[in-house]
């Protein structure tokens, strides 16, 4: 089993431990059931042997058995939060666009339920190696009885088994199906909440959604697993009836086929008796060890592709210090991006020099490829041909997360996070509390404890925050892609005159794309994109000389 593998790979001195644990109490619970077989021919009498005995079984089946579980529940929870962090690792380290492939729903699936299917199942675990143990002490203690008769308990277990497995055969297609319906229905619960707004505002678009999208996947889930659900309880069904069999044997044909001591037949009854209640334990935790092997299948199947490429996209070097760049140029270079329906995009061959301290507009009508070329800028894309050079140093696999380095960027789809990340101490407490007093802000978020106090404002001043991050990090190079788009007119006039002036008097190298042709005099050069080409590279002004911060 892929799950006890992982298990195993990960803790194995604790889960042998665990195993010979769960054993012990397994041992030590037919054992108890052994003291009181033999003390039931022998009730009234009193014996001190037999009642320390039978405490210290009871005491060493509880006790082992409780070992067990907390040993396995440690493996186990190590195991899962090891899965968490490696799967985020690899999220992070994959490349911009295989993250996207994947989708948000398959990630989010994998991060939330897979990862929590594989713990419940991993934590049912224990329990179920002390059934196994318990069923195994009984099974021995029936052949020390009668050889004979536990061999037709064998026989007839053995069938059930075989018939469980070929019933239970039938599931499976269900289960695995049901499990990619529900990378599906979790994208549609994110367009439930994202799109909230657009669906409260057009019925026929939230009609349509809700019964050509959600209904009909959230009804095919339902009807697999049902499926799956209804095979699996038959088969649960079917292994009872036969504990019932195995009890109707040693009640009414054992008696009548061969002479047997009633102890014997007593002891046949008990273990009977004692064994339906682990082994129907463990055959009800079947479904779940199912689904924790089609999670742990698709979190393998996820991290493969998110590791497809040969290369990690991110560094964990620490940063050093970096002389100034003189300018970022592209080469020839070309981009093709293929959608999930087929369509496709070309970007390129593209050829543009930015030198450092430039005010750099790009403009261009939508789909003109003006936010690929901002991705492929930053670093955030492998272009697939021709050349990214920054100081006429050619930028690969090796050193684009140092590339990007160099870069503040506040993208159309930025996020923004509640904590500024990787910005600490009381300077940068003061000097982020001095900006959001610039941004127009200092009534309604503060700093505190290295935190935003908010971030449930408007899209336009959700930006503004997400521009305090960029400020912050100081870095070389800005792009704002749509910045002022959901700005109002007072503060949009303020980034163009005061803001962007105030980052060149800096030293700084802003690009940004922009639809406002009214602030287009405000830029040194303005570049043209047209279905992923540079149709106009023009001069607006002529540049000074670039003042670069140390």
């Known amino acids: 089993m892929r799950l006890l593998v992982l298990i195993f790979r990960n803790s194995a001195l604790p889960l042998l431990l665990s195993a010979l644990a769960g054993v012990a109490a397994g041992v030590s619970g037919a054992a108890v059931l052994t003291v009181i077989n033999e003390r039931l021919d022998h009730l009234g009498e009193t014996s001190s042997r037999a009642a320390w005995v039978f405490l210290v079984?009871?005491?060493?089946?509880?006790?082992?058995?409780?070992?067990?579980k907390l040993l396995l529940v440690w493996v186990s929870t190590r195991v899962v939060r090891n899965m968490r962090v490696e799967l985020s690792e690899k999220i992070l380290s994959a490349p911009l666009r295989t993250v996207e492939k994947n989708?948000?729903?398959?990630?989010?699936a994998a991060l939330t339920t897979d990862i929590h299917q594989i713990a419940t199942a991993m934590i049912e675990f224990p329990e179920q190696c002390a059934n196994a143990a318990i069923a195994m002490a009984c099974f021995a203690y029936l052949f020390w009885l009668s050889w004979w008769l536990a061999l037709i308990y064998v026989g007839i277990f053995a069938l059930g088994i075989i018939d469980y497995k070929i019933v239970a055969r039938r599931a499976q297609p269900s289960i695995v199906?049901?499990?990619?319906?529900?990378?599906?229905?979790i994208s549609y619960y994110n367009d439930l909440i994202d799109g909230n707004k657009e669906l409260k505002m057009h019925r026929a678009r939230r009609g349509?959604?809700?019964?050509?999208?959600?209904?009909?996947?959230?009804?095919?889930m339902m009807r697999h697993s049902w499926r799956w659900n209804w095979i699996l309880a038959l088969a649960n069904g079917h292994t009872q009836m036969i504990f019932f069999a195995l009890l109707g044997i040693a009640l009414f044909v054992a008696p009548h086929v061969s002479f047997l001591a009633p102890q014997v037949l007593s002891g046949f009854v008990l273990m009977s008796l004692y064994m339906g209640g682990p082994i129907a334990s463990l055959v009800g935790a079947i479904p779940n060890f199912k689904l924790a092997e089609v999670?742990?299948?698709?979190?393998?199947?996820?991290?493969l592709a998110l590791g497809e490429a040969d290369h990690r996209d991110v560094s964990n070097e620490a940063d050093a210090a970096r002389p100034p760049f003189g300018s970022v140029e592209l080469r020839g270079l070309v981009y093709s991006y293929e959608g999930e329906e087929g369509e496709s995009f070309r970007l390129g061959p593209v050829d543009i020099r930015i030198d450092a301290g430039e005010l750099v507009f790009v403009v261009g009508g939508n789909g003109s490829g003006k936010s690929s070329f901002a991705r492929i800028l930053t670093g955030l894309y492998p272009h697939d041909g021709g050349d990214l050079l920054l100081d006429g140093e050619l930028i690969g696999d090796d050193n684009r997360d140092t590339y990007r380095q160099r870069f503040s960027t506040v993208l159309s789809d930025y996020h923004?996070?509640?904590?500024?990340?990787?910005?600490?101490?009381s300077e940068w407490s003061n000097g982020a509390s001095h900006l959001i007093d610039r941004l127009g802000l200092a009534r309604k978020v503060k700093v505190i404890d290295g935190e935003l106090s908010t971030i449930d404002l408007s899209q336009g001043q959700r930006k503004r925050l997400a521009l305090l991050n960029a400020f912050l990090e100081d870095r070389e190079i800005y792009l704002f892609d749509e910045w002022a788009a959901d700005q109002d007119p007072a503060f949009k006039r303020v980034f163009y005159h005061d803001i962007l002036p105030a980052l060149k008097a800096a030293g700084k190298t802003v690009v940004v794309i922009s639809h406002d042709d009214q602030y287009f005099e405000r830029a040194d050069r303005i570049v043209r994109f047209e279905e992923g080409r540079i149709v106009e590279d023009r001069l607006v002004r002529e540049q000074p000389a670039a003042k670069v911060a140390v």
Not at 177 to 185: K, T
Not at 211 to 220: E, F, G, Q, V, Y
């Open 57 to 68: 079984l009871a005491i060493t089946a509880v006790s082992t058995k409780v070992v067990s």
């Open 416 to 425: 923004l996070f509640k904590s500024i990340y990787g910005m600490t101490g």
């Open 295 to 303: 999670s742990l299948k698709k979190i393998t199947e996820l991290g």
């Open 103 to 108: 989708g948000r729903g398959a990630l989010l």
């Open 208 to 220: 349509e959604f809700m019964s050509r999208s959600l209904t009909p996947t959230a009804t095919n």
């Open 177 to 185: 199906e049901a499990r990619s319906l529900w990378d599906v229905l």
